[in-house]
């Protein structure tokens, strides 16, 4: 996998942790609000990962 990739998959985490969580816990967001910005971070991340997996020789 590219560097590039990881660190894209990486920050879709971190934005998930740093602002779809706390702006749901504080009530700015709501619960529908919340997933569906979490399943798409986690659609984006996993398309991410399966193209890494399969352009990488060495994985």
């Known amino acids: 996998m590219e560097e590039r990739d990881l660190k894209t998959v990486l920050n879709n985490y971190r934005y998930g942790v740093q ?12 619960d529908e609000e919340a997933c569906v910005d979490e399943l798409a971070l986690v659609l ?10 399969a ?5």
């Not at 984006?44 to 997996?53: A, I, N, P, T, V």
């Not at 352009?55 to 994985?59: C, D, E, F, G, N």
């Open 19 to 30: 602002k779809v969580i706390p702006a749901y816990l504080t009530g700015k967001m709501t």
């Open 44 to 53: 984006h991340s996993r398309d991410e990962l399966e193209w890494g997996f």
């Open 55 to 59: 352009v990488s020789p060495r994985l």
